[in-house]
């Protein structure tokens, strides 16, 4: 059976998710090779593995403190209109 390459779309997926041939991802990038098989397509067609890397993803490990630490800025405190009826 033809392998194909899939991501999970998550860390915590990824923590959890294997084919049932023992097949999980790797920790490094969240990618897997699976057989291209019901099993794999039904994790494709519910998202749970995608067929492409995740854009932007970075494993937990690697990321930086500004990365970790999004600053946003404060909402505004101004009253807003509220229409009735």
Known sequence: MPQIPVWAKSDAIAAVLKHPNGVGFDPANNSASWPDDQFT?????????????????????????QQLVKVT?????????????
């Open 41 to 65: 397509q039904r994790r494709l067609a519910d998202g749970d593995v995608l067929n492409g890397p995740v854009r932007g993803y970075v494993p937990a490990g690697q990321l930086t403190m």
């Open 73 to 85: 800025p404060p909402a505004s405190t101004a009253p807003t209109a509220v229409k009735s009826g």
